[in-house]
């Protein structure tokens, strides 16, 4: 098991298979792109999907998240999802993307076994998108969505990031737009996991203002919290379900007392936590010709040394050295 000083036991493994992406987010990149992994630093398909096992069937993980950068520009990656399920216990399969693509992909990575996506989607309006996302394809994004639905890529989960004076007036169209389609929306907290270092938590939209401006239009029941469990969103029903809302909200309402994830980025480096400052090597070890064991070993020592909390609140607080899109969101 990987479990921590704490009482935590990480089962969920978010793996980054590059830190490419095809937008540039504000919240998260610099317009002109960022300097990115030279491709020796890379872990190769083989390599990549042999930690997978390590952590499958070694260390108890039951769930893989591929994420990025952008998961859907890893060339192989249906080959990769493919091998992923084969493992046994076979792992819940999962992609956090952006979508664009995805309307070619979405039959191919069902069949090759890939259970669900969380698609992120922060603005319904094309002249928003090309300012936040500062490239032109809301049409693809959305394309990307319905393909998910329509291949049974379900739930379809859709993320969402508000960010004050660009998109902070669309939480009720987001819901609308969300609700008629059967998808799940989640409004994330804007954290600090800029490459711009930019973040500012007095115009970060927090996550009471978000449901302050859905409570105008919708009637919001809190979920049972029980059901919670390990989840990062609180779950709402709307207009007494079965639809429901979530806010993931990271900074106001931190929840790593329950956190269960850990994360492989995709130069191969062991992160305990999102924000955590050091990372824990395993690209060398494999590549030195450590045995499974000794990988195993050295996985469970990185998140052993988990700290209690994320510590954006602290006023000791620093931001990791890698942005988001190379830790794996
Ligand atoms: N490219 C994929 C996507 O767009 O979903 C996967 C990677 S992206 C880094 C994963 C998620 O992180 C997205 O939902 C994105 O909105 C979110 N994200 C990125 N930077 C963030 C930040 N600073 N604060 C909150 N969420 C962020």
């Known amino acids: 098991m990987l479990s921590d000083s704490y009482g935590r036991v990480a089962t969920d493994l978010r793996v980054s298979l590059t830190d490419r992406c095809n937008l540039r987010c504000a919240y998260c990149m610099p317009p002109e792109g960022l300097d990115w992994l030279p491709s020796p630093e890379l872990l190769t398909d083989d390599e990549l999907v042999r930690l997978i096992r390590v952590a499958v069937e070694r260390l108890g993980v039951r769930e893989v998240r591929f994420t990025g950068g952008e998961p859907l520009l890893r060339r ?162 709307v207009d007494g379900g079965p639809a429901r809302v979530g806010v993931i909200a990271s900074v106001t309402r931190p929840f790593c007392g329950n956190c269960d994830r850990v994360r492989l980025t995709a130069d191969g480096q062991i992160r305990n936590c999102l924000f955590a400052r050091t990372e824990s090597d395993l690209r060398s070890s494999l590549r030195a010709g450590a045995d499974d064991a000794e990988l195993a070993d050295r996985w469970r020592r990185a998140v052993a040394i988990k700290l209690p909390g994320h510590g954006i609140n602290d006023p000791s607080f620093l931001q990791p050295d890698r942005p988001m899109s190379a830790i794996g969101g």
């Open 76 to 237: 192989g990656l249906a080959a990769i999802v493919a091998r992923t399920a084969d493992l046994r216990p076979r792992p819940e399969i999962s992609l956090t993307t952006n979508a664009i693509g995805l309307a070619r992909t979405a039959e191919a990575l069902h069949a090759a076994g890939l259970d669900r996506v969380n698609v992120s989607l922060d603005t319904l309006r094309p002249e928003t998108f090309r300012k936040l996302a500062r490239r032109d394809r809301l049409p693809d994004v959305l394309d990307g969505l319905a393909a998910a639905a329509q291949t049974g890529l379900i739930p379809v989960k859709v993320n969402a990031v508000l960010m004050r004076g660009l998109n902070d007036d669309e939480a009720v169209p987001l819901l609308r737009y969300c609700l008629e389609r059967g998808y799940e929306l989640r409004f994330i907290e804007q954290m600090p996991l800029d490459a711009q270092h930019g973040w500012k938590r007095a115009e970060m939209v927090t996550a009471a203002e978000i449901l302050a401006a859905l409570e105008r239009e919708f009637t919001l029941t809190p979920d049972d919290p029980g059901q919670r469990g390990s989840a990062p969103a609180e779950g709402f029903l």
